[in-house]
């Protein structure tokens, strides 16, 4: 158990639905990520929120949108997905915004978008 | 653009071998190298951080180099078990916090 937990573990969500997915970590980080993998493909970093401010849009389309309530929680809102956007989707925390920091990840979450 | 390569993409190998996956990375300029385990349907686990000033990490039968001029790092695996078997992602450490990754190596330990 990495102290990462991710909601829903598994997602099908049609193209005009609106979802959700949930990461909360209990580690007393103050920096959190989103990344995502697709088949074949390497991970991608998507955001970068440090002390719940995001700090990083990695030119992300507009249908994924972040949410930072606070710094043990993160939301990635979906609306109007593709196919392609079909993937896993992880969440990270690390104890600051740094690359010699650890990040630490949770189980990811597979969407499938039909 | 920081591009990272792992060779190969899938390894099998039988229980006991003694193993290296590769990890090659176009921009020497890096802050440090990390290699990661990904177990099916799971996330990620840090295995082993090199600092840009360093030449290797160790824990326990892991070994990790990096060589920054060459642009290349080398996961040492001793005595393989079953329980080895995952796939193994390197990432170089840009500037402030980007991990690159490559697509990771599948390695698969036979009993």
């Known amino acids: 158990e990495t102290g990462v937990t991710q909601t829903p573990r598994h997602l099908v969500m049609g193209m005009t639905n609106k979802k959700s997915l949930k990461c909360e970590q209990h580690?007393?980080?103050?920096?959190m990520y989103w990344y995502k993998q697709s088949a074949k493909k390497p991970l991608e970093l998507m955001f970068v929120?440090?002390?719940?401010?995001?700090?990083e849009n990695n030119s992300v389309p507009s249908r994924f949108s972040p949410e930072c309530p606070n710094s043990s929680h993160l939301f990635l809102h979906l609306h109007t997905l593709q196919p392609e956007d079909s993937a896993l989707y992880l969440c990270?925390?690390?104890?600051?915004?740094?690359?010699?920091?650890?990040?630490?990840f949770g189980p990811g979450t597979r969407l499938l978008v039909l | 653009k920081q591009e990272v390569t792992q060779i190969p993409a899938a390894l099998s190998v039988p229980e006991g071998e003694n193993l290296v996956l590769n990890c090659s990375f176009t921009?020497?300029?890096?802050?440090?190298l990390q290699w990661f385990r990904q177990d099916p349907g799971k996330g990620l686990t840090s295995l082993l951080l090199?600092?840009?000033?360093?030449r290797e990490q160790t824990s326990g039968r892991l070994n990790a180099s990096l060589d920054k001029s060459s642009g290349r790092s080398t996961l040492y695996i001793a005595a393989s078990q079953p329980g080895d078997s995952a796939t193994y992602l390197c990432a170089s450490g840009g500037s402030n916090y980007k991990l690159t990754f490559g697509k990771g190596t599948l390695l698969t330990v036979n009993p």
């Open positions: 990270a925390s690390s104890q600051d915004q740094g690359v010699e920091e650890t990040q630490y």
């Open positions: 580690l007393g980080h103050n920096a």
């Open positions: 090199i600092q840009s000033s360093q």
């Open positions: 929120y440090s002390l719940e401010e995001r700090v």
């Open positions: 921009d020497s300029a890096i802050y440090n």
